[in-house]
Nanobody, 121 residues
């Protein structure tokens, strides 16, 4: 009922930058939290950054000061600016959102399909 379309990741050199976007569409009455998680082979998916509808942000310690999350509520879109990228940032990045389809309905979680970010020289 809700689709999340992520922008493409890509190959970036260490120290480089990349901007990811994720647009939500479908049956949306309101969106609470939007965020980004990442996962590498053999590891659990971990939170990278999240932002509430009011704009409150939180980040994993490993990305603080380097990544910036933002959102455009009018476009139901969340962005992740990745700066000063390191090889250890290489992962599949997943968009996440918490959506209410209609008034009085519970919020439900939705995930994007993931986009690969590779940091390598």
């Amino acid at each position: 009922q809700v689709q999340l379309v992520e922008s493409e990741g890509g190959l970036v050199q260490p120290g480089g930058s990349l901007r990811l976007s994720c647009a939500a569409s479908g049956r949306i009455f309101s969106i609470n939290i939007m965020g980004w998680y990442r996962q590498t082979p053999g590891k659990e998916r971990e939170l990278v950054a999240r932002i509430t509808s009011g704009g409150t942000t939180s980040y994993a310690d490993s990305v603080k000061g380097r990544f910036t999350i933002s959102r455009d509520n009018a476009k139901n879109t969340v962005y992740l600016q990745l700066n000063s990228l390191k090889p250890e940032d290489t992962a599949v990045y997943y968009c996440y959102t918490n959506v209410r389809g209609w008034v009085a309905e519970p919020f439900m979680d939705y995930w994007g399909k993931g986009t690969l970010v590779t940091v390598s020289s």
